[in-house]
């Protein structure tokens, strides 16, 4: 059994995977890590689920990485350090190569790997009232592992506009730099997600796999997908090793401003 999220399928096939660490704003620890990447897994590769739909439990969709998990990864060897940025690389690698369409359901706040997984699903629908920020720079750390499906969603040019600032923006601009589908009422959000879930149900399961396969082929011609995932593994750790990411880590525990700030 998962401890830090759970799973449900509909007699239509249509899965519910749901971040259920709603105390902590479903922030990403250790241990959601392994169990998202475990079963995203399953879920590609069973035979009865058509579609995913990622959600979240609570007031908020991802807090982004648990602040206690990136204190660990920067006082670890550096052997730890690379698998821990490993391994969040492998999550986002799964959840984007996941044969099914995933759906993402945005109930509330999105920051820093919650922004990263919003990018990895195929749609994504969020709520009026919802906020969004890639918030790393302020806390001495870059988006690093998310970066290739956060650049892939947004374009380079709109990227620009949200990647280093920090800066915390409405749903209404997150639809406009493309991580959202589309915004609608709280009350409405089930509907929406149903209306992006019930095409699926009428198409050859085997012909949607293949045709995400096409976009994913598509879209890295000229790329190699490996060596990108692993500069920006190397990217995190030596962000994580870094002289400001102590500073930013260490003030937001001791509840003060940065040094640069």
Excluded at 109 to 135: E, H, K, P, Q, W
Aim: hydrophobic fraction near 50%; aromatic fraction near 6%; charged fraction near 20%.
């Amino acid at each position: 059994m998962f401890e830090t999220i759970r799973v449900e399928e509909d007699t239509r096939g249509v899965a519910h995977l749901w971040l259920a660490r709603a105390e902590k704003h479903n922030a990403l620890s250790a241990a959601m890590i392994g169990e998202l990447t475990q079963a995203i897994g399953r879920l590609g590769a069973s035979a009865s689920v058509r579609v995913v739909v990622l959600a979240a439990e609570g007031a908020s969709f991802c807090a982004g990485g648990d602040l206690a998990w990136m204190r660990a990864q920067m006082a670890g060897t550096a052997e730890e350090r690379a698998a821990g940025a490993r391994a969040l690389a492998g999550m986002l690698a799964a959840m984007d190569g996941c044969p099914k369409p995933v759906i993402g359901r945005v109930q509330g706040n999105a920051f820093g790997g919650g922004i990263g997984m919003m990018s990895v699903c195929d749609v994504a629908v969020g709520v009026a009232g919802a906020r969004f920020g890639l918030t790393e720079t302020r806390l001495g750390l870059t988006p690093a592992t998310i970066s290739p499906y956060v650049v892939a969603r947004m374009g380079p040019a709109r990227a620009r506009r949200v990647f280093m600032s920090a800066r915390l923006f409405e749903a209404a601009e997150a639809e406009r730099l493309g991580l959202l589908a589309r915004v609608v009422a709280p009350e409405a959000l089930d509907a929406a997600i149903e209306a992006e879930v019930a095409p699926y149900l009428a198409c050859a399961p085997g012909a949607v796999a293949e045709a995400k396969a096409l976009i994913a082929l598509i879209a890295g011609q000229g790329r190699d997908a490996e060596a990108l995932r692993a500069a920006t593994e190397a990217a995190l750790v030596a962000r994580w090793e870094s002289p400001e990411a102590a500073e930013g880590i260490s003030a937001f525990f001791e509840k003060r401003p940065p040094g640069w700030a």
